[in-house]
């Protein structure tokens, strides 16, 4: 034997090409699902990342397969406390209250005449305390009252699912690095699998070429190998779905046995840059019949806190000022209440937040779903193009072989 190495030392390269056959091939599968993000190359011919190439489809059953089987919009908006968040808002709001008051009644004119800044600013400061103490005093239940009546409105405001596939599928390199933090290990398993793989491949493949040294065998094994590793890397990684022991060993694939971990990893991402009160709220601002909706819902919650106030002050103020400055009336408070409620103050964002709990809701349902669902979070990512990155596999291990061949 150590004679046959001794005259044949140059056959030994074979296995290790074939390790590095292995190694390269699965290495570019994985660069190739991830990049480049928009197509590159010249008319058709040309390739684009497969995760950033089918995008929404995605997208969709990403969410699919997740968040919309594991938690309802309707649970999440229900989770965030009504009085707490009112407070937070109130605490936006209560500085302003005098300005706004002071603006109102800047505001009216009669006949054509802004007697009321007149008359107002020489009123007794108590009755002036007093107006401002019975608006603050109101705030907590206007505030409230809309907090209730947009969250039994919401699925009218947002469609949290068919937010973030719309971001995913726009923002394709948000995809990738979600697929890319939350599966790390297991695009890393294969990329090294085929150094794995290639080796013992290619040491019966040695043997052959001294047997038949023809031109062909080199190529052929070497397609072989390419194909083989990258076949045997994204099968390993999914399959079997669950444990399979066979003596002292236990199969089970590799994406499914870091379930846990991987869940905890879509928590975080989800919490971080997919589902967030700012994200949330700067959609329905940018969401015109929401924005619409929104200026409705205060605007009655305005009439019915001043007409709170004594059932004098609806007919005093319609008789003084006329039916359409009392609208007016209505409609100035109604929108500087919306400008000082957007965007929402850091406190009020945290206090959504942190009643959401996106994080600890994804990554708890998420470890806990069937193994069979779980599957599916990861294998639309390969599967569809999965045939393209194993037969660039064996055309990229034909390619080594024959030039291999030509070295030898």
Same mark, same amino acid.
């Given at each position: 034997?150590?004679?046959?190495?001794?005259?044949?030392?140059?056959?030994?390269?074979?296995?290790?090409?074939?390790?590095?056959?292995?190694?390269?091939?699965?290495?570019?599968?994985?660069?190739?699902?991830?990049?480049?993000?928009?197509?590159?190359?010249?008319?058709?011919?040309?390739?684009?990342?497969?995760?950033p190439a089918n995008a929404g489809k995605m997208a969709r059953t990403?969410?699919?397969?997740?968040?919309?089987?594991?938690?309802?919009?309707?649970?999440?908006?229900?989770?965030?406390?009504?009085?707490?968040?009112?407070?937070?808002?109130?605490?936006?709001?209560?500085?302003?209250?005098?300005?706004?008051?002071?603006?109102?009644?800047?505001?009216?004119?009669?006949?054509?005449?802004?007697?009321?800044?007149?008359?107002?600013?020489?009123?007794?400061?108590?009755?002036?305390?007093?107006?401002?103490?019975?608006?603050?005093?109101?705030?907590?239940?206007?505030?409230?009252?809309?907090?209730?009546?947009?969250?039994?409105?919401?699925?009218?405001?947002?469609?949290?699912?068919?937010?973030?596939?719309?971001?995913?599928?726009i923002e394709k390199k948000l995809l990738v690095d979600l697929f890319?933090?939350?599966?790390?290990?297991?695009?890393?398993?294969?990329?090294?699998?085929?150094?794995?793989?290639?080796?013992?491949?290619?040491?019966?493949?040695?043997?052959?070429?001294?047997?038949?040294?023809?031109?062909?065998?080199?190529?052929?094994?070497?397609?072989?190998?390419?194909?083989?590793?990258?076949?045997?890397?994204?099968?390993?990684?999914?399959?079997?779905?669950?444990?399979?022991?066979?003596?002292?060993?236990?199969?089970?694939?590799?994406?499914?046995?870091?379930?846990?971990?991987?869940?905890?990893?879509?928590?975080?991402?989800?919490?971080?840059?997919?589902?967030?009160?700012?994200?949330?709220?700067?959609?329905?601002?940018?969401?015109? @019949? %929401?924005?619409?909706? #929104?200026?409705?819902?205060? +605007?009655? $919650?305005? *009439? !019915?806190?001043?007409?709170?106030?004594?059932?004098?002050?609806?007919?005093?103020?319609?008789?003084?000022?006329?039916?359409?400055?009392?609208?007016?009336?209505?409609?100035?408070?109604?929108?500087?209440?919306?400008?000082?409620?957007?965007?929402?103050?850091? @406190? %009020?964002?945290?206090? #959504?937040?942190?009643?959401? +709990?996106? $994080?600890? *809701? !994804?990554?708890?349902?998420?470890?806990?779903?069937?193994?069979?669902?779980?599957?599916?979070?990861?294998?639309?990512?390969?599967?569809?193009?999965?045939?393209?990155?194993?037969?660039?596999?064996?055309?990229?291990?034909?390619?080594?072989?024959?030039?291999?061949?030509?070295?030898?």
């Open positions: 034997m150590i004679d046959w190495i001794a005259s044949h030392w140059i056959f030994l390269t074979i296995p290790i090409v074939g390790a590095l056959i292995g190694w390269f091939t699965n290495w570019l599968a994985v660069v190739m699902m991830f990049k480049p993000l928009d197509f590159a190359g010249v008319g058709p011919i040309g390739w684009q990342g497969i995760i990403l969410i699919d397969n997740s968040l919309s089987k594991i938690v309802s919009q309707e649970e999440l908006l229900n989770r965030i406390d009504v009085n707490e968040l009112a407070r937070a808002m109130q605490l936006r709001m209560d500085p302003h209250v005098e300005a706004i008051v002071d603006d109102v009644i800047e505001s009216i004119t009669l006949g054509g005449f802004a007697l009321t800044d007149f008359v107002w600013s020489v009123a007794p400061q108590w009755l002036r305390t007093r107006v401002y103490a019975q608006i603050r005093s109101k705030l907590p239940l206007i505030i409230s009252r809309f907090i209730l009546d947009a969250r039994s409105e919401a699925s009218e405001l947002i469609d949290i699912n068919a937010l973030i596939t719309v971001r995913l599928t890319q933090k939350a599966c790390d290990k297991e695009f890393l398993f294969i990329e090294r699998s085929g150094l794995y793989f290639g080796l013992p491949m290619g040491i019966p493949v040695m043997f052959i070429w001294d047997a038949w040294p023809l031109w062909w065998v080199l190529p052929v094994f070497g397609a072989l190998v390419g194909y083989a590793t990258n076949w045997l890397a994204l099968h390993m990684v999914f399959r079997p779905i669950h444990p399979v022991r066979v003596g002292p060993f236990t199969f089970h694939g590799i994406f499914l046995k870091r379930q846990a971990k991987v869940a905890a990893a879509y928590g975080k991402f989800f919490a971080q840059h997919l589902i967030t009160a700012e994200i949330l709220t700067n959609e329905v601002l940018r969401n015109e @019949n %929401s924005v619409l909706r #929104i200026h409705e819902l205060i +605007q009655r $919650e305005v *009439t !019915l806190t001043l007409d709170e106030l004594g059932m004098r002050f609806k007919p005093l103020a319609v008789l003084s000022l006329g039916i359409k400055q009392y609208r007016n009336v209505i409609g100035f408070v109604s929108d500087r209440t919306f400008q000082l409620l957007q965007p929402l103050d850091k @406190n %009020s964002l945290n206090v #959504i937040d942190q009643a959401l +709990q996106i $994080e600890d *809701t !994804l990554s708890t349902r998420l470890a806990a779903l069937p193994a069979e669902d779980f599957y599916e979070l990861l294998h639309p990512v390969v599967e569809e193009d999965e045939w393209k990155l194993i037969a660039i596999g064996g055309v990229l291990g034909a390619v080594a072989g024959a030039v291999q061949w030509w070295l030898m």
